[in-house]
């Protein structure tokens, strides 16, 4: 059974730091990615990593967030620093098992999605 399991949400202030864990099993991804998604709202691409390590990032998170991944432990990353009201929303890992050198913010991409992070941050 493929399952995609998150932790590490919560509640911070504003500049705070959280760091979100996506732990997979069942089998072996080779893509990743975070979205986010507020109540009533499309979701939207946060961080993405290649099979080779590329990363891309949305521009409102450039140089607060990081995305990393372990593959030997099959679990994927996501820091985030500076953390501001607006990034309040709950976080989904995403992942794929199909190779590609390209970092994709486009949840058309993958294929297994996790329940679910909720992140808030209040000024």
């Known amino acids: 059974q493929v399952q995609l399991m998150e932790s590490g949400g919560g509640s911070v202030q504003t500049g705070g730091t959280l760091r979100l864990s996506c732990e997979a099993s069942?089998?072996?991804?080779?893509?990743w990615a975070w979205f986010r998604q507020a109540p009533g709202k499309g979701r939207q691409g946060v961080a993405a990593i290649s099979s080779h390590g590329t990363t891309n990032y949305a521009d409102s998170v450039k140089g607060r967030f990081t995305i990393s991944k372990d593959n030997a432990k099959n679990t994927l990353y996501l820091q985030m620093n500076a953390l501001k009201p607006e990034d309040t929303d709950m976080y989904y890992c995403?992942?794929?098992?199909?190779?590609?050198?390209?970092?994709?913010?486009?949840?058309?991409?993958?294929?297994?999605w996790g329940q679910g992070t909720q992140v808030t941050v209040s000024s």
């Open positions: 995403a992942a794929t098992s199909r190779w590609s050198t390209a970092a994709i913010l486009w949840e058309d991409e993958y294929q297994y």
């Open positions: 069942g089998i072996t991804f080779n893509r």
